[in-house]
C-alpha cells in the first residue's frame, strides 16, 4: 500500500480499572480501498487477528455496519454467503456529541430519547452457520474481513469470552435505550478515532469491559482504527514488515515469470 502506515497515537489513554489503551492507525489514502491495496491489508489483519487470539485468548466476532453493504456490489454478497453465515441484526451506539463537547458521562455510553438518530446505527453480526462444518468439511469459513473488507464498515470485537460480550452489552445497555430500540439481537458501542480525544474513564472502562480489542474501518479518517488494552507496537510493525516481503517476493515472482515469457 504505496501512502500506508501504521501509526501510535502520541500518548495511551490510562483510565483507572483498567490501565493504558493503546491506540493505531493503519492509514490509506481513501475508500474504495485499491485491489492491491485492500488484498495485501486482508492479509495483515488476518494475521494480526491469528496472533491476537493465540497470544491474548481472544475470540473474534465480526460485525458489519449495515448502510456500507446494502448497495452496489456489497449487496449481492449477502445472498452468496447466505449459506455460510447467520445473520443477526442489532444496534450500534455511539458517544453523544453534543454542541459545546461533551455532556455528563452517562450521556457518552447510551442514546438519549431526544438525542439524533445519527447516535445508533443499525449492525450485521455475521456469525458461522451452525450447520457450516457438516456441510461445508474443510472448506476455510469467510469471515467478515474476508468478505467485506473494503466497503468502510466492518468491525471486529476480541473478547475473553467470544459472543457472551454481547450478553454483557445488552445487560449494560437496555434498559438505558428507548421502548423503540429494546427488540434487536444485540448492542454494541461504535467507536471512532476521535472519541479517544474526549471520552470519560467511565466510558474507557465500560467499553473494555465488554471486549479486550477492538478492530474497525473509518471513513473519516480512511483506514483501520486498532483500540487495544494490549501494547501492539512491536506486533503490528513486524506484521507490516511481513507483508511488505510477501509483496516484494510476489513482484520478483511476476518480473521472473515475465522474464521467461520475454525469452
Given amino acids: 500500500m504505496a501512502e500506508t502506515g501504521i501509526n501510535l497515537k502520541s500518548e495511551p489513554r490510562v483510565a483507572s480499572g483498567i490501565g493504558s489503551i493503546y491506540l493505531y492507525h493503519i492509514s490509506l489514502s481513501a475508500f474504495p ?8 491489508l486482508k492479509i495483515l489483519l488476518n ?6 487470539v493465540e497470544k491474548y485468548r481472544v475470540k473474534p466476532e465480526y460485525f458489519v455496519q449495515m448502510n ?6 456489497w449487496l449481492d454478497l449477502l445472498t452468496e454467503y ?3 453465515w447467520r445473520i443477526m441484526t442489532g444496534l450500534g451506539i455511539r458517544l453523544d456529541r453534543r ?4 455532556s455528563k458521562p452517562v450521556d457518552l455510553l447510551l442514546k438519549p430519547p431526544d438525542s439524533p438518530s445519527k447516535n445508533t446505527e443499525l449492525i450485521y453480526y455475521i456469525r458461522k452457520d451452525e450447520l457450516f462444518d457438516r456441510f461445508f468439511p474443510g472448506k476455510k469459513w469467510p469471515t467478515g474481513i474476508e468478505v467485506y473488507l ?8 476480541l473478547a475473553p469470552d467470544g459472543e457472551n460480550f454481547l450478553d454483557r452489552a445488552r445487560e ?3 434498559p438505558l435505550l428507548s421502548p423503540a430500540d429494546k427488540n434487536l439481537e444485540f448492542y454494541i458501542p461504535l467507536i471512532d478515532m476521535e472519541d479517544f480525544d474526549r471520552v470519560s474513564e467511565e466510558c474507557l472502562r465500560v467499553w473494555f469491559n465488554l471486549f479486550d480489542i477492538c478492530i474497525m474501518e473509518t471513513r473519516q479518517d480512511p483506514g483501520i ?14 506484521l507490516r514488515g511481513d507483508i511488505q516481503w510477501e509483496e516484494e517476493d510476489e513482484n520478483n515472482r511476476r518480473e521472473r515469470l515475465e522474464d521467461r515469457a520475454g525469452g
Fill in 33 to 40: 480501498i485499491p485491489d492491491a491495496d485492500l488484498a495485501r
Fill in 47 to 52: 494475521k494480526l487477528t491469528t496472533t491476537l
Fill in 68 to 73: 456500507t453493504v446494502l448497495k452496489g456490489e
Fill in 82 to 84: 447466505a449459506n455460510f
Fill in 99 to 102: 454542541q459545546g463537547g461533551l
Fill in 150 to 157: 473494503g466497503c468502510g464498515g466492518v468491525i471486529v470485537y
Fill in 172 to 174: 449494560f445497555y437496555l
Fill in 225 to 238: 482504527f486498532i483500540a487495544s488494552r494490549h501494547d501492539l507496537d512491536d506486533l503490528l510493525m513486524n
